[in-house]
């Protein structure tokens, strides 16, 4: 268990609709990542936080996506009149940037399906 | 850019060893991580490696050369339940050291 929890797990939704996941990390994360996740495929970035500041969001896949992390505690990552295309995993995952190795914790992931 | 390889799928017997090779290509290469992710699951750390050389975690070891852009992850006394997938992802200096993530690599175990 990494700490690192998320919410849904699960989300089906209609097209044209909007969705919105959680992700709280564990305190020590000061860092936050976003990724998307196909079949077959590796994690893909989305976007990520240091503390509240969001310091990359260039590859957010439209402008249909977007993420905050107010209190830089617990994020939130919204996908707005929601396509089939967006059918994927979402993870989320904490990192400790003050450590040595960088490492990202994985939260267990939303699964999302848009019908 | 950045081109990272892995075979897209592998097999092996349970009791065997097997290595996972991960071939990358890029700039600025700063650390490579192996990740385990089974079925359904979320990735979870196994390895970073930054120097060259082999770095050895119990069953798991896993091997970097930088001038050859190339790493390897070692599972031996193969179990049923090391079925997964792993993902080898770098990081880049100089910034943000956003990882980069592999497709991954499907390992099979049969018994």
């Known amino acids: 268990d990494t700490g690192v929890s998320q919410d849904p797990r699960h989300k089906i939704t209609k097209r044209g609709q909007n969705v919105t996941f959680r992700c709280d990390p564990i305190?020590?994360?000061?860092?936050l990542y976003w990724y998307r996740q196909t079949l077959g495929q590796g994690p893909e970035f989305l976007t990520y936080?240091?503390?509240?500041?969001?310091?990359?969001k260039s590859r957010l896949l439209s402008d249909r996506f977007s993420a905050e992390r107010p209190k830089g505690s617990f994020s939130t990552l919204e996908i707005q009149r929601t396509e089939q295309g967006d059918s994927a995993m979402y993870l989320c995952?904490?990192?400790?940037?003050?450590?040595?190795?960088?490492?990202?914790?994985f939260g267990p992931g939303t699964r999302l399906t848009v019908l | 850019g950045q081109n990272i390889d892995q075979p897209t799928e592998m097999t092996a017997t349970e009791g065997a060893i097997v290595q996972i090779n991960c071939t990358y290509q890029?700039?600025?290469?700063?650390?490579l991580f192996w990740y385990q992710q089974h079925a359904g699951e979320a990735p979870t750390f196994l390895s970073y490696?930054?120097?060259?050389g082999l770095e050895e975690k119990g069953r798991f070891s896993s091997f970097l050369s930088r001038s050859k852009g190339y790493s390897y992850l070692l599972l031996k006394e193969l179990q049923m339940k090391d079925s997964a997938s792993y993902l080898c992802?770098?990081?880049?200096?100089?910034?943000?050291?956003?990882?980069?993530f592999g497709r991954g690599t499907s390992l099979i175990v049969h018994p």
């Open positions: 995952a904490g990192e400790n940037s003050r450590g040595f190795t960088d490492t990202q914790y």
């Open positions: 305190s020590e994360h000061n860092r």
């Open positions: 936080f240091q503390n509240e500041a969001q310091l990359e």
């Open positions: 890029t700039s600025g290469f700063n650390g």
């Open positions: 490696n930054v120097l060259d």
């Open positions: 992802a770098l990081t880049r200096s100089g910034g943000s050291y956003i990882p980069t």
